[in-house]
């Protein structure tokens, strides 16, 4: 016996294998029944990060990033006219079984259930983060989405995956699976939008910190092993590649501050304006310094001087959201 069980009852033995996620319902994974490790987090520069993405996810997962996740909810929605997908699934069609990979607050998986009261909807991130009431067709599970899939193949008539680009490090394995669990008809929507590069149709944005903050979060990130030049063409040929057919990119400019004419435009740039002031740093501060060589003070100046030129609409940059649709072969 251990001494440091002298004493104590014996334990008693699982056979199944350990894991950080478990809970009692087998593979069934379900926010009611974490293991207290589950909700630890880490204190970083002042940021409050989910410990065990320690290594695989280098943005907070605080109150702050939580409000700024709900309000770019609301940007994509906007830019979207409102609409919460591109995928071909009219209102009134609701898909059998839905995933949101990577759901984040869970927004998204919520409206989308209000939307289709006759799909149900799961929502699977690694941090729970999400509301503990839900509709009842909407429920949020814990795991990692670059670990092989629990659930059956061929299950899900609609997969979701929305701002993963500085999570998922084997696109091409991640849209394997996704390829695996649609169902034959069904479709995979990924949005996503470049990291480390900005558009702009003038010559404001050369020799700007807006410029200088985006190419070394780019740079910083692939030192984290992080795929910085995602683009839509590459996620095109790789959704064909693992096997979607009738693949359509949706590019839509997204202005970075409130810069534009277009009245449209320059509400969609303002919202912006709002998400990017925690935004910029809640992507830049952890890999910068852990990935740059560079201090919290250097960080955090790289995010301001980059956000005082979103504040004073001095650099007319933009960029593409990106949804990129698949459909799985009948
Ligand atoms: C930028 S947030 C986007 C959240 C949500 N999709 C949205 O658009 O509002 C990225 C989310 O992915 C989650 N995530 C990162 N890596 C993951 C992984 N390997 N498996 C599951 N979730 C992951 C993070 O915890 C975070 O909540």
Not at 78 to 89: H, Q, R
Not at 269 to 294: D, K, P
Request: glycine share 8%; hydrophobic share 35%.
């Amino acid at each position: 016996m251990s001494a440091i069980l002298a004493g104590e009852a014996a334990l008693e033995v699982d056979n199944t294998p350990f894991s950080d996620y478990e809970s009692d319902g087998g593979s069934e994974l379900s926010t009611q029944s974490l293991t207290s490790s589950i909700r630890e987090h880490v204190y970083e520069n002042g940021r409050r990060y989910h410990r065990k993405s320690a290594g695989q996810y280098y943005m907070p997962s605080d109150e702050a990033e939580q409000d700024r996740l709900d309000l770019a909810h609301h940007l994509f929605t906007s830019l979207f006219g409102g609409d919460l997908y591109k995928a071909p699934i009219g209102d009134k069609e609701d898909p059998a079984n839905v995933l949101d990979a990577g759901t984040g607050t869970g927004v998204w998986a919520l409206d989308f259930g209000d939307l289709h009261p006759g799909s149900q909807v799961i929502g699977l991130d690694l941090a729970p983060i999400q509301p503990e009431w839900t509709f009842p067709n909407v429920k949020f599970e814990c795991d990692d989405l670059e670990k092989e899939w629990t659930y059956k193949p061929n299950y899900f008539q609609y997969i979701h995956s929305r701002c993963l680009s500085t999570s998922i490090k084997d696109w091409k394995r991640y849209l394997r699976q996704c390829f695996k669990h649609t169902a034959p008809g069904g479709y995979l929507e990924v949005v996503e939008h470049s990291l480390n590069h900005l558009y702009c149709d003038d010559d404001t944005l050369e020799g700007s910190a807006l410029k200088k903050y985006i190419t070394t979060f780019g740079e910083c990130l692939a030192k984290a092993g992080i795929y910085a030049d995602l683009n839509s063409e590459y996620l095109k040929a790789s959704l064909e590649e693992a096997g979607f057919t009738n693949v359509k990119i949706y590019a839509t400019k997204l202005p970075w501050g409130s810069w534009p004419k277009d009245r449209a435009a320059k509400r969609i740039g303002a919202i912006n304006h709002l998400q990017l002031q925690s935004g910029l740093e809640a992507h830049a501060l952890m890999v910068c310094t852990q990935f740059g060589g560079m201090t919290a003070e250097e960080a955090r100046a790289l995010c301001h001087d980059a956000l005082k030129e979103v504040d004073n609409r001095s650099v007319h940059a933009y960029n593409y959201i990106w949804n990129v649709v698949g459909q799985k072969p009948v």
